[in-house]
């Protein structure tokens, strides 16, 4: 792969002729495999790596490299003909943030948070809003704002928890919480977004003492208790008794499961299973039931989401998350 020199400086010598110097050592690089663009006008160098690109892009979403650009059009140096620039950050974050900008109302998906963390990063240092809305669309994908996106808590809570905060980003610390609530005990300690989520935690836990599974049986009372319909051969229907739901509240409390994502009605049917005795069964009557008592578990702990970051309502999220959305919008166009 070619490695150019920047271009050498000229002086004016005391007499008048010029001499041409060149460093001890030569500056060289390697040129971005996917963005050393023939048509660039403008070469960004990232420590051994150089990206040749267009200026218009970055300018048109950045006052940072707006103003950068004006200053490098009096430079002295220069590779084919472009002004070069030199950039204090890693080649991969440089990479993630062209990625983004040239791929601008796109689907593209982003796989882990490292990539995501990169792209926020740039998009706040160099106060650009359009990779900026990018990166916290797909955070939210991690971390979602209403219950009909939520699959499973986010591996990395205590992460999401930090750049809500870092990043100004409200909207994702409900989901973040809740997942690091769910975390067990000792790896909420040594301070930081663990002391967030072990105030989540304590809410979390009070909320469903107070609030419980057996509450939300109780609206289903005479389907799931009283039930006396019979299967075959007469086997006796066993519904849902208050032993069967004190154990599964038992876990509920304990935070040993995911109520939101971990199917409700198969924790239900493993307690069947252990209150069952031979001769006993189930009937799609019950089962049903469970499923709408399961389906008011999963909104009312959704509900109360916000509450465990000390946010209030999911209308409240909004509006401060709309906020910062608009301030940025606001401060990469002056």
């Known amino acids: 792969m070619d490695t150019p020199p920047l271009s050498h400086q000229a002086k004016n010598k005391p007499d008048g002729s010029v001499q041409t110097e060149q460093p001890a050592t030569a500056p060289t690089f390697e040129r971005s495999e996917r963005f050393w663009l023939d048509d660039g006008n403008i070469v960004l160098l990232c420590g051994a790596t150089g990206f040749r690109v267009h200026r218009t892009v970055l300018a048109m979403h950045s006052p940072v490299f707006r103003d950068m650009f004006a200053y490098a059009d009096g430079a002295d140096d220069t590779i084919d003909g472009c002004p070069a620039v030199h950039l204090q950050d890693e080649p991969a974050a440089l990479t993630t943030l062209l990625e983004s900008l040239y791929s601008l109302g796109s689907s593209r998906q982003y796989e882990n948070l490292d990539v995501l963390e990169r792209l926020l ?7 650009m809003a ?26 990395s809570p205590l992460r999401g928890i930090a750049l809500a905060r870092q990043y100004d980003l409200p909207g994702i610390l409900p989901a973040a919480c809740y997942g690091a609530a769910l975390l067990p005990a000792a790896r909420l300690l040594g301070g930081g977004a663990a002391d967030l989520a072990l105030v989540a935690r304590d809410t979390l836990m009070r909320y469903i003492y107070e609030n419980g599974v057996v509450h939300q049986f109780e609206h289903y009372k005479p389907a799931l208790r009283a039930c006396v319909r019979r299967g075959p ?6 519904g849902v008794d208050e032993d069967a739901a004190g154990l599964v509240e038992k876990r509920y409390r304990q935070l040993e499961f995911d109520v939101l994502s971990e199917n409700f009605e198969e924790i239900v049917g493993e307690v069947f299973d252990l209150m069952q005795g031979t001769g006993y069964f189930t009937c799609d009557e019950c089962k049903r039931a469970v499923e709408e008592a399961g389906a008011d578990v999963r909104k009312a702990v959704w509900r109360i989401l916000p509450s465990l970051c000390s946010l209030g309502t999911w209308d409240n999220v909004k509006e401060m998350q709309d906020k910062s959305d608009a301030n940025w919008s606001q401060l990469s166009s002056d």
């Open 121 to 127: 990063h740039m998009a706040t240092k160099y106060m």
């Open 130 to 155: 359009a990779p900026r809305r990018a990166a916290v669309a797909q955070l939210k994908e991690f971390f979602p704002t209403d219950l009909a996106r939520y699959q499973r808590a986010a591996a």
């Open 233 to 238: 051969g007469g086997a006796q229907c066993v």
